[in-house]
């Protein structure tokens, strides 16, 4: 099993800053397997990167993904009021497909 | 657009099961695996396996085997996920979830959630 380890657990940030979230793979996951997602209480996640740099359809290009093998950043760029959530990785090369622990960011 | 549309919230004595449906819409049902995803309170995403719809075939992560199933009904388009022995902390919201295309592909649709409550 993949194992997926993020850092750090909470960021605390006013809007307008810019945050670069970490993922950290057990095994390598290549470059093509790796997702990010948004999660906000009572609402379903949301796919903002796939292929560890492609944005999904509709995300705002201030979200961007790099990263291969087994290490890998989400950076959003000038924090906007509704990106205040918690922040998943996710590695789909192999079964089973596993989810990093998650990284909050929360308003200052 | 692709719809999950989940049955509704549960609440469970320790020891019971659940079952938790997810009816698919807008798309061939048959041509992409469902998964499920399941969020406890105050923590993180945790994956509880999928089934292809197509040919029923299911697979299960090591922690689930022998107390979860996934079977599925082609004519409805709806898959079902059954937990058994429930403890505690299996409280928590079920999603179930598509993946984006067919093949090694990240899950990009969800279901709204079932909240599942298990309390003596």
């Known amino acids: 099993e993949i194992v997926l380890t993020q850092s750090p657990g909470t960021l605390s940030l006013s809007p307008g800053e810019r945050v670069t979230l970490s993922c950290r793979a057990s095994q390598t996951v290549g470059s093509n397997f790796l997702a990010w997602y948004q999660h906000k209480p009572g609402q379903a996640p949301r796919l903002l990167i796939y292929g560890s740099s492609r944005r999904a359809t509709g995300i705002p290009d201030r979200f961007s993904g790099s990263g291969s093998e087994t290490d890998f950043t989400l950076t959003i760029n000038r924090l906007e009021p509704e990106d205040f959530a918690v922040y998943y990785c996710?590695?789909?090369?192999?079964?089973?497909?596993?989810f990093g622990g998650g990284t909050k960011v929360e308003i200052k | 657009q692709v719809q999950l549309v989940q049955s509704g919230a549960e609440v469970k004595k320790p020891g019971a099961s659940v079952k938790v449906s997810c009816k698919a819409s807008?798309?061939?049902?048959?041509?992409?695996?469902m998964h499920w995803v399941r969020q406890a309170p105050g923590q993180g995403l945790q994956w509880l396996g999928w089934?292809?719809?197509?040919?029923?075939?299911?697979y299960y992560p090591h922690n689930f085997q022998g107390r979860v199933t996934m079977t599925r009904d082609t004519s409805t388009s709806t898959v079902y996920m059954d937990l058994r022995r429930l403890k505690s902390d299996d409280t928590a919201t079920y999603y179930c979830?598509?993946?984006?295309?067919?093949?090694?592909?990240?899950?990009?649709?969800w279901g709204q959630g079932t909240l599942v409550t298990v309390s003596s």
């Open positions: 089934i292809d719809p197509d040919s029923g075939g299911t």
């Open positions: 807008e798309y061939r049902f048959t041509s992409y695996d």
């Open positions: 979830a598509r993946a984006s295309r067919v093949g090694l592909a990240p899950i990009e649709y």
């Open positions: 996710h590695q789909y090369r192999s079964s089973p497909v596993t």
